[in-house]
């Protein structure tokens, strides 16, 4: 069997977890830090959220930026940035979910880039992956995440769309892990069942696109992603019938955070496919991010089962319970199980559940081939899935 890859694990950011937690803020914020508050669409200041960041706030300087949208817009961070400029601002606090942490960590490096136009930041067709600008400064950020989904509140990547060119692109800056990040459950209640659906459908595509990837000696890492994926497959259900389930919600906030924070990638391979196809259709159509993953990774699966057949083994053992049968026959039912979990909690697997028709297929396709110009390799882990590969992805999906 394969040993475990080399690997660098780096994980600075601080967790602060558990009910009013909250109020730690004042004691993670330089009293003398001149802040920027960023958050979205208003959700924070229904459920009291804001109220609780503003106590413990008090005697903290604060501005203010509200409006992150869900699939955050380059076309709104910029206008943060320009009241970074104008104000000096030397702390960010995001409190939001995955949108606005990323928009956050772009306003941190957009905030400080000495180039012309802060969308070259971003990896974009003419700005390859290779010959990416490297920041060398940042505003440092802290957040308070409400929605358990993304990771983002304890990984260094972030993911912003450009409204105009309908473009939707991902990068890394070891300079924007949050220095913090407060994970009190509470805050979880809130959230509309189909946000809880999403958070976990996204959740549990991450720790798959590591997990049931090249077969190899990782114990600590295969173990570390079957206690989230059989965490989130326990609990889920246990608040969707009560939101205010703490322990439920408590479960499925650590589960999230851990299946995107690197911990679970220590010496495996990363796939990355079902992600870089849903990334696509949501920068066509703006659909949930969640949803997206959901109505393609039954093709991915399908198309690749045979390079990921021991992993699939393992998960249909491990997770599933199912001890007979052949390899093929357990790979099958690992698949056909985590597609029943995904719509027994009210998640569709469907292309047309994200508005995909076949007619559809060709924009997906040319997205996809700049996509592998701008990263210059393939997708999957094996990075040898190329255009004429999602094709034949798409067409194995649910219509
Ligand atoms: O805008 P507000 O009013 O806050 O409402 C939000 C939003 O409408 C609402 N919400 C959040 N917390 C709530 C709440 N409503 C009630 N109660 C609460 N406690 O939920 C909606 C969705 O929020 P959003 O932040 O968009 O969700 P999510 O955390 O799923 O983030 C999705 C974004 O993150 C990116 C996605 O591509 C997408 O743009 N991702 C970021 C990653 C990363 N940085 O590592 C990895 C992921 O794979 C993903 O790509
Ligand atoms: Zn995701």
């Keep these: 069997m394969l040993p475990a890859k080399n690997f660098t694990f780096h994980s600075p950011t601080k967790i602060i977890f558990g009910a009013k937690t909250i109020q730690e803020l004042k004691n993670q914020i330089n009293q003398k830090a001149k802040v920027l508050m960023i958050y979205g669409s208003g959700s924070i200041k229904k459920n009291g959220v804001y109220d609780q960041v503003k106590d413990s706030l008090r005697n903290h300087n604060v501005l203010e930026f509200s409006g992150i949208t869900p699939n955050p817009r380059y076309e709104t961070a910029i206008k943060a940035v320009e009241i970074c400029k104008k104000e000096n601002i030397d702390f960010l606090l995001a409190v939001g979910g995955g949108s606005v942490i990323d928009a956050t960590k772009f306003i941190s490096i957009a905030s400080k880039y000495p180039g012309k136009d802060p969308w070259d930041i971003m990896p974009h067709k003419n700005n390859k992956s ?9 505003i440092p950020i802290g957040t308070v995440l409400t929605i358990p989904a993304t990771g983002s509140e304890m990984n260094a990547g972030y993911v912003i769309t450009r409204e105009s060119t309908k473009e ?6 070891q300079l924007v892990f949050p220095k913090f990040s407060i994970l009190d459950p509470e805050t979880s209640y809130s959230l509309p069942k189909r946000q809880t659906i999403n958070g976990i459908v996204d959740s549990f595509v991450h720790v798959t696109e590591q997990y049931l990837t090249t077969f190899r000696n990782t114990k600590i890492s ?21 939101p205010k389930d703490y322990s439920a919600r408590a479960n499925i906030m650590w589960a999230s955070t851990m299946a995107l924070n690197k911990l679970i990638a220590c010496g495996i391979d990363n796939d990355g496919a ?16 969640a949803k997206t993953l959901a109505a393609v990774i039954k093709g991915v699966f399908i198309y690749k089962k045979q390079q990921k057949m021991k992993k699939l ?6 997770i599933y319970g199912k001890k007979e049968g052949t390899d093929e ?3 099958d039912f690992a698949i056909s199980e985590t597609i029943k ?11 047309s559940s994200v508005g995909i028709k076949k007619e559809n297929f060709q924009e997906i396709l040319d997205r996809i081939e700049t996509s592998i110009k701008i990263m210059g390799f393939g997708l999957g882990e094996h990075r040898d899935i190329y255009k004429d590969d999602v094709l034949k992805i798409l067409e194995l999906c649910d219509p």
Excluded at 168 to 173: A, P, Q, V, Y
Excluded at 274 to 289: C, F, L, P, Q, V
Excluded at 341 to 351: C, D, V
């Design 130 to 138: 290779t010959n990416l600008f490297q920041p060398t400064e940042a």
């Design 313 to 318: 083994v393992l998960m249909a053992e491990r």
């Design 222 to 242: 295969d173990r570390f992603a079957e206690g989230v994926i059989d965490t989130l497959i326990s609990e889920a259900p246990i608040v969707l019938k009560n």
């Design 168 to 173: 939707k692109l991902t990068r890394i800056d």
């Design 329 to 331: 026959e357990k790979a």
């Design 341 to 351: 979990f995904f719509n027994s909690i009210g998640m569709k697997t469907t292309l």
């Design 274 to 289: 079902t992600h870089t196809i849903g990334r696509e259709i949501t920068a066509m159509n703006d659909s949930d991010h």
